[in-house]
């Protein structure tokens, strides 16, 4: 089955950006969604179909996606950022959704 | 306002049954698949199946194939995970998630508040 592969840990300091890179194989050609679970709570869409943000994300997450790596940036990182960030999409080939292992970002 | 309520955190003994549960509210709860998906301890998300209540069709991942039965009652807008016999493995965070969309790779737009299952002597 398809795999997606996460760093597990990213540090930055507040004001900074922080880059989660996503690879898999050809996942250019895919639509891949990220979420933010912070401890304690229940997973949160931020970036859906590469780029795009739902209602309410700030600006300062975005995403894009080509070749083998997908990529969610976020720009003046704040305290209040500090996740798990996970990458997903769907497997056609499968048949089912696919999730990364996921990044733990740290707020120096 | 789209809602997910899970039933609350359950301990159970290795060899007992559960059925949790996740209700929606604030959407057309038939026309939307509805996922299940367990989180280990410390560790990542894993999707277990998934469930169109309209008609219950129903797949699930080869790795929870014939381990839970993920089932539906569309007239009070619920979704259930069901083991038949629990094992401490089994302990986790159970989430169930919504793809409001038509497509198959529309992403878990909402998500419930989570259901913690420990199964242990």
């Known amino acids: 089955s398809y795999v997606l592969t996460q760093p597990p840990s990213v540090s930055v300091a507040p004001g900074k950006t922080a880059r989660f890179t996503c690879g898999g194989n050809?996942?250019?050609?895919?639509?891949v969604h990220w979420y933010q679970q912070k401890p304690g709570q229940a997973p949160l869409l931020v970036i859906y179909y590469d780029t795009d943000r739902p209602s309410g994300i700030p600006e300062r997450f975005s995403g894009s996606n080509s070749g083998n790596t997908a990529t969610l940036t976020i720009s003046r990182v704040e305290a209040g950022d500090e996740a798990d960030y996970f990458c997903?999409?769907?497997?056609?080939?499968?048949?089912?959704?696919?999730f990364g292992g996921g990044t733990k970002l740290t707020v120096l | 306002e789209v809602q997910l309520v899970q039933s609350g955190a359950e301990v159970k003994k290795p060899g007992e049954s559960l059925k949790i549960s996740c209700k929606g509210s604030g959407y057309m709860f038939t026309r939307y698949w509805i996922a299940w998906v367990r989180q280990m301890p410390g560790k990542g998300l894993e999707w277990m199946g998934i469930i169109y209540p309209g008609d219950s069709d129903t797949r699930y991942s080869p790795s929870f194939q014939g381990q839970v039965t993920i089932s539906a009652d569309k007239s009070i807008s619920a979704a259930y995970l069901q083991w038949s016999s629990l094992k401490a493995s089994d302990t986790a965070m159970y989430y169930c998630?919504?793809?409001?969309?038509?497509?198959?790779?529309?992403?878990?737009?909402?998500w419930g508040q989570g259901t913690q299952v420990t199964v242990s002597s």
């Open positions: 997903q999409l769907w497997d056609g080939s499968s048949d089912q959704p696919v």
């Open positions: 050809n996942i250019g050609s895919k639509n």
């Open positions: 998630a919504i793809r409001l969309g038509s497509s198959s790779s529309t992403p878990f737009d909402y």
